[in-house]
């Protein structure tokens, strides 16, 4: 730390900040590398070259196994140490979330298409869907008509919250452009 911050602080407010004798700075900085530091540093990079083969997602159990593989003789608290200090991390699963509830009282469409994908002539046939999309200010409901003969977009609508207004705005402006 006191390296990282010499050039805007002196050394000794540093080394006195951190109660640290500015003798034994110079001297650690003079010193060579232990053997264990040196060991550290390929063991992150070997971790480094590991991580990337396998898309970013291993934990300390299955790095270890990586490594041990690639021929490294570790334990996994061996591994766990470099990974916490170096901010790697497994990616995790997301959690499941049910978005549909299908045992409601309201009263459900017909089903008029009844899988018949195949239409004739533009504007016969149209279909919605509503989905969702996380964003850094929260989920955003994005509904959708499409016209099954061309198979395009003819109306869309987004919005906070999935609800039937959500789903109108995006039949509104399917009508209004067809």
Known sequence: MI????????????CAALDVSGTGFYAYRG?????????NRLLVAEM?????????SSGSPRMTRELRSRGRTCGRHRVTRPMRHTGFAARRKKRFRKTTDSNHSFRCADNLVAREFT???????WVGDVTY???KEGWLYLATTIDLFSRKVVGWG??????????????RMAIDTR
């Open 158 to 171: 987004m919005g906070a919250k999935n609800d039937t207004d959500l789903a109108l705005r995006a039949l």
């Open 3 to 14: 390296e990282e911050h010499r050039k805007q602080y002196s050394i000794a407010l540093l």
């Open 133 to 135: 999309i996380w964003t």
């Open 119 to 125: 239409v004739e002539a533009p504007n016969r046939v």
């Open 31 to 39: 010193r060579p590398m232990s053997e264990r530091e040196l060991d």
């Open 48 to 56: 480094r070259a590991a991580q990337s083969a396998n898309r970013q």
